[in-house]
């Protein structure tokens, strides 16, 4: 039998992806260990749908192309807004020295990535420029890096199937980091303590604010009116650092623009709790539908070109992107509870997406207490800073991995 391609187009996807969020709150709900292990409903049901198109895939009756790019830019954007309008001017302050040691740890572990590929592929007798594709190109950069770098290593003489490689590793490192952030959040937060004591500073919050916040349609209507004017900001921002001939990732520029907003309605005092925890709401709405598509979208069955070798090599790299986060990234950003929401973050970026980063610490930070602090961190870093550092360890690695090949 003939497999039938289903072109699914934007609205399609929209519906597959609340499905999938509906879904997995339904399985987080008869299964409590999900809940128990922070596990996000975008991620559980998101997956489980991709897994049944796997399934209808391998028994040849369809195979389904998603058309979502355009919209899923348009959510990413809002929820880079809305987290840029969530840090207000003290925030800012206190993140600085935060960025500049994520920073460095995010360029650190990019870097023993691509070492540790090429040193373990050197081991299982892989080619160089095939087992860098299990490195930082895929996982700290993600589907993007992967396309986009895969080309240039076949531009200095490697074999065609390194585009596949770095496209199934990019699907691996989405889908480990989105399984591991939840567990591995819990188990930093229980293993030093900080369980009871974000429980009660977050209802000491609650009770402090419950006669304060109240969400009306007002406030909803202003919060996505904001942050539309945030993305609006962040375009012209993204064209005019174009105009220079430099480049920045336009939900970056959208941060920007949030950032902007939000210092606009602190100096004319217009940031009440009600307005604040709206665009919080339109933001965890916009991250939740950009998971959820992006998940589904996954075509699991990428994964089956990866042979034994290369299933070791990426396996090596999530113990050792996982080491790396608990040892060195929780402990030099404090080692308190903000540190370990942005641990969780840094493993969410770095084994291959900024969402998955947010959705996993999002799914965290409501068992215990929100961190502001590491919704702002954490997207500065990942979602801007780690590119461009990422891009320049690249560049250095493929060299090094074409005269391993004797390709230079």
Same mark, same amino acid.
């Given at each position: 039998?003939?497999?039938?391609?289903?072109?699914?187009?934007?609205?399609?996807?929209?519906?597959?992806?609340?499905?999938?969020?509906?879904?997995?709150?339904?399985?987080?709900?008869?299964?409590?260990?999900?809940?128990?292990?922070?596990?996000?409903?975008?991620?559980?049901?998101?997956?489980?749908?991709?897994?049944?198109?796997?399934?209808?895939?391998?028994?040849?009756?369809?195979?389904?192309?998603?058309?979502?790019?355009?919209?899923?830019?348009?959510?990413?954007?809002?929820?880079?807004?809305?987290?840029?309008?969530?840090?207000?001017?003290?925030?800012?302050?206190?993140?600085?020295?935060?960025?500049?040691?994520?920073?460095?740890?995010?360029?650190?572990?990019?870097?023993?990535?691509?070492?540790?590929?090429?040193?373990?592929?050197?081991?299982?007798?892989?080619?160089?420029?095939?087992?860098?594709?299990?490195?930082?190109?895929?996982?700290?950069?993600?589907?993007?890096?992967?396309?986009?770098?895969?080309?240039?290593?076949?531009?200095?003489? @490697?074999?065609?199937? /390194?585009?596949?490689?770095?496209?199934?590793? +990019?699907?691996? %490192? !989405?889908?480990?980091?989105?399984? =591991?952030?939840?567990?591995?959040?819990?188990?930093?937060?229980?293993?030093?303590?900080?369980?009871?004591?974000?429980?009660?500073?977050?209802?000491?919050?609650?009770?402090?604010?419950?006669?304060?916040?109240?969400?009306?349609?007002?406030?909803?209507?202003?919060?996505?009116?904001?942050?539309?004017?945030?993305?609006?900001?962040?375009?012209?921002?993204?064209?005019?650092?174009?105009?220079?001939?430099?480049?920045?990732?336009?939900?970056?520029?959208?941060?920007?623009?949030?950032?902007?907003?939000?210092?606009?309605?602190?100096?004319?005092?217009?940031?009440?709790?009600?307005?604040?925890?709206?665009?919080?709401?339109?933001?965890?709405?916009?991250?939740?539908?950009?998971? @959820?598509?992006?998940? /589904?979208?996954?075509?699991?069955?990428?994964? +089956?070109?990866? %042979? !034994?070798?290369?299933?070791?090599? =990426?396996?090596?790299?999530?113990?050792?992107?996982?080491?790396?986060?608990?040892?060195?990234?929780?402990?030099?950003?404090?080692?308190?509870?903000?540190?370990?929401?942005?641990?969780?973050?840094?493993?969410?970026?770095?084994?291959?997406?900024?969402?998955?980063?947010?959705?996993?610490?999002?799914?965290?930070?409501?068992?215990?207490?929100?961190?502001?602090?590491?919704?702002?961190?954490?997207?500065?870093?990942?979602?801007?800073?780690?590119?461009?550092?990422?891009?320049?360890?690249?560049?250095?690695?493929?060299?090094?991995?074409?005269?391993?090949?004797?390709?230079?």
């Amino acid at each position: 039998m003939e497999r039938v391609v289903v072109e699914m187009g934007m609205f399609e996807t929209l519906l597959l992806a609340v499905v999938g969020i509906y879904l997995g709150d339904l399985l987080r709900e008869k299964f409590p260990i999900l809940k128990k292990y922070c596990l996000p409903a975008a991620v559980v049901g998101g997956t489980t749908i991709s897994i049944i198109t796997l399934i209808l895939y391998y028994l040849n009756i369809l195979e389904p192309n998603f058309d979502f790019k355009i919209v899923n830019t348009l959510f990413y954007c809002l929820f880079f807004a809305a987290s840029g309008a969530g840090a207000s001017m003290a925030l800012l302050k206190k993140g600085g020295k935060l960025v500049l040691i994520f920073a460095a740890l995010a360029a650190l572990l990019a870097a023993l990535q691509n070492a540790l590929a090429l040193g373990v592929g050197n081991v299982l007798k892989v080619d160089p420029m095939i087992s860098l594709m299990t490195g930082s190109i895929p996982l700290t950069g993600g589907h993007g890096n992967a396309a986009s770098f895969a080309p240039e290593a076949i531009k200095l003489g @490697a074999p065609a199937a /390194v585009t596949e490689v770095a496209i199934a590793s +990019a699907t691996f %490192g !989405l889908i480990s980091g989105s399984i =591991l952030g939840g567990p591995f959040g819990t188990f930093v937060v229980k293993r030093f303590g900080f369980e009871n004591a974000a429980l009660q500073d977050n209802q000491k919050k609650l009770t402090e604010t419950a006669q304060e916040i109240f969400v009306n349609k007002r406030n909803m209507l202003q919060a996505v009116n904001l942050l539309v004017i945030s993305c609006g900001i962040g375009q012209i921002i993204f064209l005019i650092i174009q105009h220079f001939g430099k480049n920045i990732p336009i939900h970056v520029c959208a941060m920007f623009g949030g950032i902007l907003v939000r210092i606009f309605l602190d100096k004319t005092k217009r940031a009440s709790d009600s307005l604040l925890e709206s665009l919080d709401i339109v933001g965890e709405f916009s991250l939740a539908l950009f998971v @959820a598509m992006s998940i /589904v979208s996954m075509k699991l069955w990428e994964l +089956a070109g990866l %042979g !034994l070798s290369l299933i070791i090599l =990426l396996m090596v790299q999530v113990v050792m992107i996982l080491i790396f986060v608990y040892f060195l990234t929780f402990r030099l950003l404090g080692k308190n509870y903000d540190s370990a929401i942005m641990a969780v973050g840094h493993l969410g970026f770095g084994t291959g997406a900024v969402p998955v980063s947010m959705t996993t610490m999002k799914t965290v930070c409501d068992k215990y207490r929100y961190s502001r602090i590491a919704f702002f961190v954490v997207p500065v870093i990942g979602g801007f800073i780690s590119n461009i550092t990422n891009a320049l360890i690249i560049t250095k690695f493929l060299n090094i991995a074409a005269k391993m090949s004797g390709l230079m």
